[in-house]
Structures are given as structure tokens and as C-alpha cells.
């Protein structure tokens, strides 16, 4: 497996789509089988990538399990979201190796990594250098994560540290608001941080309806993560509504 290989084929899959669908399993919630039949069926409506996590995740063996069990007969990329070095599990194809740059512990912006890097080299996941920036709080990535959250309303903050990243070498930015957010990253932050930032922009949290996707597509978002949404009760339907309005939205 080529080294960039996940990396190369989200920055193709941009250039057929405006903005790309990223569902997010979280593997405490989801059953095995339930998120194998959920995986197939946003790949069927278009989504790019599978992301597997959730910040609480402790438990490693199940969502190992997961991984693996997602991973039978789908195409699309299983990409996982560590919340911690728990989260570093075998046979997915790639890592969100992301820093949590606003937090106030030093653990989340390099000593997670630093412990969870030989195991994301013995897995061969592929690194896709992220930071990962927490906006608002009170939410459960802001309270795991120490994060001192960037205010909503001060794109500029956001701004500031997605360009700080790219100086730092890293490919990505994730603004998050939080899984379950009742907000969710204004559109205006999103273009402030798209007009500083050249690298592949990811924003998630409290997405729940088209009107909010395709707000955050035109405002120069690359890819969407949706999840809550779905173990919540929303419809596989409602999120192909979102998928193609925003694989469209240029």
C-alpha cells in the first residue's frame, strides 16, 4: 500500500465532488453489526470516507472489532478518529494523527502522540497529519480534551491556528464543535479558516440538515463529518439529501 495512498484518493475524490461526506461510527454506540450495515449503506450514498472513533473511546478490543468488521466488502476508506491512544487499533486504513492544538495539556497536543506513534507504525495506518482545533465548550471532545474552546464568534482565533498548523507541516484541519453539538461551526469561521489555509479543511459537529451542510460547502469546507445524527434516529435518507447537496454545492 503506497504510502499517501488514503491522502491522494480523499484529494481525488475533491475533484469530482465539492465538499465530501465523512461518517463518523462511534464504536461504543454502534454494535458491530449495525455499524457494518451503516458503513454500506453511506458508502452507497456517496460518502468518502468511514471515520472511526468517538472521544470517549476506551474500549480497544470492540472497536478493533469494528474495524474489522467494517472493513469486509467496503471500498471506501476506514479512517480512524483517536480520542486518545486508545483509539490506535489495527487493520483500518488510515489515522486522523491529529494534535488537539487548543488544549491546556500538554498530553493531548504531542504526549498522546508520541505514545500512540509505534503502534500507528506496527498497524501500518497511514498518518494523516491533523490539527484539531475545539471550538465552543461544553462539550465532551472540550471537557476529554482540556481544550480551552475557541469562541463561535472569533473565526480570526481559528484562523490564526489553522495557519500555524500548515506552517507546522500538518495536511489538515478539524474544526470540531462537538459530537452532539447544539451549535454548530458558523460558516463564517469556516471561510475565515479556508481563506488562511491551503491544506484539506474537516468540520463536524451538530451538522443536522441540508440548509447547515450546504452553508458549510459553500463557505470552502472540504469534507463534513456527520454522526450523532444518525445514532440519534436521523434517516439514511435525510443524509443522502445532505450528500448530494453538498457533493454538488460549488
Known amino acids: 500500500m503506497a504510502g499517501d495512498k488514503v491522502e491522494s484518493f480523499l484529494k481525488s475524490e475533491l475533484k469530482k465532488k465539492n465538499t465530501l461526506l465523512f461518517v463518523l461510527i462511534d464504536s461504543e454506540v454502534s454494535n458491530l453489526e449495525a455499524s457494518s ?22 474500549d480497544q478490543i470492540e472497536m478493533a472489532q469494528v474495524v474489522k468488521g467494517i472493513k469486509k466488502g467496503l471500498k471506501i476508506p476506514i479512517i480512524l478518529f483517536p480520542g486518545n491512544v486508545t483509539g490506535v487499533v489495527p487493520d483500518a486504513d488510515a489515522i486522523l494523527f491529529s494534535s ?56 480570526k482565533i481559528a484562523a490564526a491556528y489553522s495557519l500555524a498548523a500548515q506552517f507546522l507541516g500538518m495536511r489538515f484541519v478539524y474544526l470540531e464543535a462537538g459530537s452532539g453539538a447544539k451549535t454548530h461551526v458558523t460558516p ?63
Open 188 to 250: 463564517e469561521m469556516v471561510k475565515t479558516v479556508r481563506h488562511a489555509f491551503n491544506g484539506f479543511l474537516i468540520v463536524g459537529g451538530g451538522i443536522k440538515d441540508v440548509k447547515t451542510a450546504e452553508s458549510l460547502a459553500k463557505a470552502g469546507a472540504d469534507a463534513l463529518v456527520i454522526g450523532t445524527f444518525l445514532e440519534k434516529g436521523g434517516s439514511i435518507k435525510k443524509l443522502e439529501e445532505i450528500a448530494k447537496a453538498i457533493q454538488r454545492s460549488k
Open 100 to 155: 488537539l492544538m487548543n488544549s491546556e495539556n500538554p498530553y493531548f497536543i504531542t504526549q498522546a502522540q508520541a505514545l500512540g506513534a509505534p503502534s500507528v507504525l506496527k498497524f501500518g495506518l497511514e498518518p494523516l497529519p491533523t490539527a484539531y482545533l475545539v471550538i465552543g465548550d461544553g462539550t465532551s471532545a472540550w471537557f476529554v480534551g482540556s481544550a480551552r474552546g475557541i469562541p463561535f464568534e472569533k473565526p
Open 37 to 58: 450495515k451503516l458503513a454500506k449503506d453511506v458508502e452507497k450514498i456517496g460518502a468518502s470516507a468511514i471515520l472511526v472513533g468517538g472521544s470517549s473511546a476506551t
